[in-house]
T-cell receptor, first 114, second 112 residues
Framework: AQTVTQSQPEMSVQEAETVTLSCTYD???????LFWYKQPPSRQMILVIR??????QNATENRFSVNFQKAAKSFSLKISDSQLGDAAMYFC???????????FGKGTRLHILP | EADIYQTPRYLVIGTGKKITLECSQT?????MYWYQQDPGMELHLIHY???????EKGDLSSESTVSRIRTEHFPLTLESARPSHTSQYLC???????????FGEGSWLTVV
């Protein structure tokens, strides 16, 4: 069964600094998507960044980038120049094209210190 | 902006009542999902659908049921609510390629 593991329940970073959130996953599939979602307090879940497994190049979206290590089944999120608005729960998610189920990790709560 | 809507956003009901949480999307997506999430905790997949007349149970056992009579609608029903059903319920849909998942704003259910 596919699993997604986020080993950091909470993290804190100083404003303007860089922080990396960890995610590992377990699968026997070769064709899948990986996602990072952000959930601000009492607000809608929004997509931060996604990575297609067959693409070796790491995805980037402005201040957000990933380090995708397919062999190691690792998918970490790096947030550069952290801003107060980045404070939220961050969920790593996995989706296989085989059955379309989307599996989420337990989340990492990110605090931004002014 | 995602065109996926959930109603009600907040609901407090008594034990034993029947409730239906509505979810609708205007993007024509075939794939839709229901997740249950306790505050600050992980998301658990409880139901999903590949299209009209298709429904599957997710990884977390749930006493709720779903239906998919129309592409746009994926309602979730609890026949007899209990305090253990108190949680947030998130509806989502996926575009055909599966590379984007859109979430509704969630329905916060409290059973007293």
């Amino acid at each position: 069964a596919q699993t997604v593991t986020q080993s950091q329940p909470e993290m804190s970073v100083q404003e303007a600094e860089t922080v990396t959130l960890s995610c590992t996953y377990d699968t026997s599939e070769s064709d899948y998507y990986l996602f990072w979602y952000k959930q601000p307090p009492s607000r809608q879940m929004i997509l931060v960044i996604r990575q297609e497994a067959y693409k070796q190049q790491n995805a980037t979206e402005n201040r957000f980038s990933v380090n995708f290590q397919k062999a190691a089944k690792s998918f970490s999120l790096k947030i550069s120049d952290s801003q107060l608005g980045d404070a939220a729960m961050y969920f790593c998610a996995y989706r296989t094209n085989r059955d379309d189920k989307i599996i989420f990790g337990k989340g990492t709560r990110l605090h931004i210190l002014p | 902006e995602a065109d996926i809507y959930q109603t009600p956003r907040y609901l407090v009901i008594g034990t034993g009542k029947k409730i239906t949480l509505e979810c609708s999307q205007t993007m024509g997506h075939d794939k839709m999902y229901w997740y249950q999430q306790d505050p600050g905790m992980e998301l658990h997949l409880i139901h999903y659908s590949y299209g009209v007349n298709s429904t599957e149970k997710g990884d977390l056992s749930s006493e709720s049921t779903v239906s998919r009579i129309r592409t746009e609608h994926f309602p979730l029903t609890l026949e007899s609510a209990r305090p253990s059903h108190t949680s947030q319920y998130l509806c989502a849909s996926s575009n055909p390629s599966g590379n984007t998942i859109y979430f509704g704003e969630g329905s916060w259910l409290t059973v007293v």
